[in-house]
């Protein structure tokens, strides 16, 4: 349950669909909105100038098209006539930002300079210029197209979409979540909720667009932002969090704590006899026997073959029979190596084995050290868990020494 959680349910919701409902609530309440009316462009045009510098500043293309493509479509809806001709541009929009939002968001980040970078912002360019020819040169056929009822979808009474703009909404719905499902994160769902209030942009009335645009905008750079933060506190091959995240819990511990240090025994030669591909698996099945340790313990990868278990107001002597436990479960685990014709993926009908993967015997070694003492900093308590380990190693290895 809490793998789950913390894999699908809390990328899927914070901080996109958060973000969302708080909004919705606060325009249920007319004093809040008609206070927020008169500044909801300049608050549009801010996020819109953060997507954009962050987009550009750290080379994330995804998040640069998708707040232009909201800019864009901003500013031809501000340009039409009210009348059909803000009813065309809404239906033209509503058509063509949804499958955007959905493209983009399969994209491979490259660079904007790049000739991909280029082609895509040529891409926005050219649906501009097409929208246009369309609403000046074929402005009724156009119009009675985006009005027809030729899909006859069922609509609920209180969606007013068109029926090609709710199939377009659709699709780019079931592109996002699939790809959600397929890469869970923060920015993959952040484009889900983007849509979603888009999409209550181009329901609502014209006093709510501008702000619903400003959120989907804003989800869109929280997403980026909260995928930062993961990248510089989790650890992307164990899923651990990092020696950073290590560093700054340590700085929140109170008086009484144990540091544990764990290392992979013989790690350098899983490495030089079975590759780095070997190597990586080991990491990744000893870390998760690490997240799994008892007695309140928390794990990290403090890098290499190295990780750490904090054990916040816990004495040394009521952890080490958890360590000595933890140890003995990674040294009982079942590690196969994966055969050269192994599949990824239990086939349904199993064919004949063409060759025998082997197994391997994974032990770690553990020192660790209690703060007390002369060990007051948490620097202090690192070394003296390090010499523990050290000590570990050099008894012999497969044990734990404090």
């Given amino acids: 349950m809490r793998t789950f959680f913390g894999t ?16 919705l609530i606060l325009l249920s309440q007319p004093a809040w909105l008609a206070s927020l009316r008169p500044v909801q462009g300049f608050i549009l045009w801010i996020v819109i100038a953060a997507g954009l510098f962050l987009g550009w500043r750290f080379n994330r293309s995804r998040l640069f098209l998708a707040t232009l493509a909201l800019a864009v479509a901003e500013r031809l809806l501000a340009l039409a006539p009210v009348g059909d001709g803000r009813s065309l541009m809404l239906s033209l929009i509503g058509v063509l930002l949804p499958l955007n939002l959905a493209f983009f968001s399969c994209l491979s980040e490259r660079g904007l300079l790049t000739l991909r970078g280029m082609l895509r912002l040529l891409l926005i360019a050219a649906q501009v210029g097409c929208g246009v020819w369309l609403y000046h040169q074929h402005f009724a056929e156009t119009l009675a197209m985006l009005k027809s ?14 029926q090609p703009v709710l199939a377009s909404v659709i699709l780019a719905f079931a592109v996002l979540l699939f790809r959600f499902v397929r890469h869970p994160g923060v920015f993959e769902s952040g484009f889900l909720w983007a849509l979603a209030s888009v ?3 181009l329901n609502g009335t014209s006093a709510h667009w501008p702000l619903l645009f400003a959120v989907a905008g804003l989800i869109l750079v929280l997403g980026i932002l909260e995928t930062f933060h993961f990248m510089a506190f989790r650890d992307e091959l164990t899923g651990l969090p990092a020696r950073r995240a290590m560093n700054e819990a340590l700085l929140k511990l109170g008086s009484r704590y144990t540091l544990a240090m764990v290392d992979i025994d013989f790690f350098k030669k899983f490495n030089d006899r079975h590759g780095h591909d070997v190597g990586d698996q080991v990491l990744r099945m000893v870390a998760a026997r690490l997240a799994t340790v008892r007695g309140g313990g928390r794990a990290f990868r403090y890098g290499g073959e190295e990780f750490a278990l904090l054990f916040s107001g816990r004495p040394v002597e009521e952890v080490l029979p958890v360590l000595e436990q933890l140890r003995e479960d990674i040294e009982h685990a079942e590690f196969s190596l994966r055969g050269t014709f192994r599949p990824r993926k239990k086939p349904t009908h199993p064919k004949q084995k063409k060759s025998a993967a082997g197994k391997l015997r994974v032990t770690v070694s553990i020192g ?3 703060r007390g003492g002369a060990l007051k900093e948490p620097a202090l308590v690192l070394k003296a868990a390090d010499q523990a380990l050290y000590r570990a190693k050099k008894r012999g290895r497969n044990q734990v020494c404090r």
Avoid: H, I, K, R
């Fill in 368 to 370: 660790a050290a209690e």
């Fill in 199 to 201: 999409v209550l942009a």
């Fill in 149 to 162: 009822t030729w899909l006859n979808l069922p609509v609920p009474a209180f969606v007013s979409l068109d």
């Fill in 8 to 23: 699908l349910l809390y990328p899927f919701f914070f901080p996109g669909g958060a973000l969302l409902v708080a909004v």
